[in-house]
């Protein structure tokens, strides 16, 4: 039995996508295998250095335009599928986006994903430690 998964496009159509389609693995230009993504799971940040926030400012994304969770989540889960094995979350500050924490935890269990990093200025780390600790054993830093 093939089961379908529904995925949103930019252009809102619908596609349906089941996992047996998705075998191939990812390869850029230059013919190399692309194990690797990194995705900005916020614009926003909680301190304003020159590295993420230039004198002028920026605009923000509105909350409705960014990925859910649960896009995100099946996002990496087809990548993985295509041989994505190291995700790195970045942003912005991720710690700024709410319950990061219930993301990192549901990537860590994708089937194929070994790495997780994460990208952190590291000011709203500290409350988090205890829970990446636990989730060390899939080598989360």
Do not use: W
Not at 16 to 38: A, K, P, T, V, W
Not at 56 to 67: A, D, N, S
Not at 73 to 92: D, F, H, Q, S
Not at 113 to 119: A, E, G, L, N, P
């Amino acid at each position: 039995m093939d089961v379908c998964y529904k995925s949103e496009i930019i252009e809102s159509h619908v596609v349906f996508i089941s996992f047996e389609q998705i075998q191939d693995m990812l390869i850029d230009n230059h013919g190399r295998e692309i194990n690797y993504l990194r995705l900005a799971v916020t614009d926003r940040c909680n301190i304003r250095c020159f590295y993420c926030m230039p004198e002028t400012g920026i605009t923000y994304l509105p909350k409705q335009e960014l990925l859910t969770y649960e896009e995100i989540e099946r996002l990496i889960t087809l990548l993985a599928r295509m041989g994505i094995t190291k995700v790195r979350l970045t942003g912005g500050e991720p710690f700024v986006r709410r319950d990061l924490m219930k993301l990192i935890t549901r990537i860590v269990r994708i089937p194929g994903i070994r790495d997780v990093h994460i990208t952190t200025n590291g000011i709203l780390t500290a409350p988090y430690l205890p829970e990446l600790k636990n989730l060390v054993s899939r080598q989360l830093t």
